[in-house]
């Protein structure tokens, strides 16, 4: 499974979205409520046990975590 579809997965499958559907790639996580600080810290959690990626304090921004499209940027930038 692509990188973009396993964190559109685990999104949707740990936060309430009323309808999955209607999300895009590029939607603010926080700006539309669907993640708050604690769930940054589980996105973060996944990223390590999924693709074996420590994320540095520095790392933990809104550019990096905030919509689908930025976490799978900021994942394969970690792989690559």
Known sequence: MAIKEQI???VTSNFYIADPSTLTDDASLLGHGIIDS?????VIAFISDTF?????DS???PDNLDSIERI?????????
């Open 72 to 80: 799978s940027n900021f994942v394969t930038g970690k792989l690559g």
């Open 38 to 42: 604690t769930g940054v810290l589980e």
């Open 52 to 56: 074996g990626i420590k994320v540095e």
């Open 8 to 10: 559109r997965s685990f």
């Open 59 to 61: 790392e933990m921004l």
